[in-house]
């Protein structure tokens, strides 16, 4: 995901000093905000300034067809700051909102340096909203009896058992356990609609503070197409705003509420 060595991950190698000279950071430090806004603010606002140098630096230095800048830091800022954004009482609205400002001035900076014929593409991954609490999907499925695990110190997917109908996988898939396609699998393909009619009724009826999680259920079929359809999962969940799918395997509980104040959306 993120490459763990700053050597391993430039090239050409010639590159690594000059980008250590700027202190360039692959990414933000998440765990500093774990510990502290202040100093995981503070790393943020580091790594941002640092990796508008270096796109400078590079920038004068070839002559380019194709230049990529990505800014990661704002993932990491919403997910830790959402709830700063939407009240502009809290401490750190301003400065999210400095966030933003100091990348739109990086990209008008860039747009006023390319040429007339050159195209400019802004884009981002995906969205965030307001995160009210995270939900482990194995574990309801643990619960509503879809999925039994044997029994091991440190639990993983091999542990899965004959019994088991469906497990989920991130982010948000449902996949059968079945007979031709996995070597415990017991789901026989005379029962497939059948399992997958008890799941889409599982789901719609999770509520969480009387709040229904579900927004939508997908089949395969109706998201998926090509030769390779057999490899998608055989269901993908869509979640009411707020709430946060995950898989976690050994998760105890339903839900928990994290440090986070905002997740991804579409």
């Known amino acids: ?20 000279r700027l202190n360039y950071h692959i990414d933000v430090d998440s765990e500093k905000g774990h510990q502290s806004l202040e ?33 990661t830091g704002t993932d990491r800022l919403e997910h830790f700051l959402w709830k700063a954004y939407e009240d502009n009482t809290h401490p750190y609205h301003n400065t999210f909102l400095r966030y933003f400002n100091t990348i739109d001035e990086a990209i008008g900076e860039i747009a006023g340096r390319i040429q007339p014929e050159d195209s400019l593409i802004i884009l981002s991954d995906h969205g965030f909203e307001r995160m009210k609490k995270t939900i482990y999907i194995n574990y309801y499925l643990r619960k509503t009896g879809f999925l039994k695990l044997k029994k091991t110190p440190e639990t993983s997917y091999n542990d899965i058992d004959e019994q088991t109908r469906a497990f989920t996988l991130e982010p948000n898939r449902i996949y059968l356990n079945t007979a031709t396609k996995y070597p ?28 229904k999680v579900i927004n939508q259920v997908y089949r395969k079929e109706e998201i998926y197409r090509g030769p390779l359809i057999d490899r998608a999962p055989d269901l993908v969940l869509i979640s009411n705003t707020g709430f946060d799918l995950k898989a976690r395997l050994q998760a105890e509980t339903l839900t928990e509420t994290t440090i986070f ?6």
């Open 39 to 71: 100093l995981f603010i503070d790393d943020l606002n580091r790594t941002l300034e640092a990796r508008i140098e270096a796109y400078r630096y590079l920038w004068d230095k070839e002559d380019w067809g194709l230049f990529m800048l990505v800014f």
């Open 184 to 211: 415990r699998g017991s789901v026989k393909e005379k029962d497939r609609e059948f399992v997958i009619g008890d799941l889409i009724d599982a789901f719609n009826a999770l509520e969480v503070e009387g709040e």
């Open 261 to 266: 104040t905002g997740k991804h959306t579409r």
């Open 1 to 20: 995901f993120v490459a763990p060595d700053l050597e391993k991950a430039v090239y050409p190698p010639s590159l690594v000093n000059e980008l250590k």
